[in-house]
């Protein structure tokens, strides 16, 4: 009987959830229309500029003094030839060069890089034609998965410029921060030996 009595007191259509919804939709309608009236966009605090050459092209860019150069190319600049592979710079898989050197650029901060020059794997043909090392391993199967490719073939270049590609052993030393997980040993080191002809 208490109950049929509690039903008849409360106003027809009425109930604690319709209220709850109703008080959702007002704030939520509020948050939105906050949101709505200041879409300006605020620039972040803290930011550094910082004003590089990537793939002969001048970028100027505002970035977070913690951001990894292998974020800012993904991330930032749409460049996601450069993998993101272990992110504590031990599998080589993010190697780009910076003026000419190969580093691993989950390990590198992008607010370092003010005037300098940047080439990734997308930097490396020239007018529609890959580069001589792109084609060896392509010749040789250096690749497998080819999910480490791009930062072989960055370190490979190196190797060959460095002068560390003149014997097997040679290459498999310099070449040790590289991992591939398909095991394509033996025709990257194929490959690094054929292109290394061209390259010199």
Do not use: W
């Amino acid at each position: 009987m208490a109950s049929q009595s509690r039903k008849k007191r409360r106003p027809h259509g009425f109930s604690r959830r319709t209220f709850i919804g109703g008080t959702g939709a007002v704030v939520a309608g509020t948050v939105v229309a906050g949101e709505s009236a200041s879409a300006a966009p605020v620039r972040p605090e803290g930011l550094v500029t910082v004003r590089a050459s990537i793939n002969g092209l001048t970028q100027q860019l505002e970035v977070d003094p913690r951001a990894t150069l292998l974020d800012t190319l993904r991330e930032e600049l749409d460049l996601t030839g450069t993998k993101k592979g272990c992110d504590r710079g031990q599998c080589g898989a993010c190697t780009v060069h910076v003026d000419g050197r190969r580093v691993v650029s989950c390990l590198t901060l992008t607010a370092t890089l003010d005037g300098k020059k940047v080439t990734t794997i997308e930097g490396l043909a020239r007018d529609g034609e890959l580069h001589p090392m792109q084609k060896a391993f392509v010749a040789h199967d250096g690749f497998q998965c080819g999910f480490c490719t791009p930062g072989q073939i960055m370190s490979a270049v190196a190797c060959v410029e460095e002068g560390h590609a003149d014997s097997d052993d040679d290459i498999r030393e310099h070449m040790s921060g590289n991992i591939c997980r398909c095991s394509a040993y033996p025709g990257i080191r194929a490959a690094i030996t054929d292109a290394r002809k061209e390259m010199r």
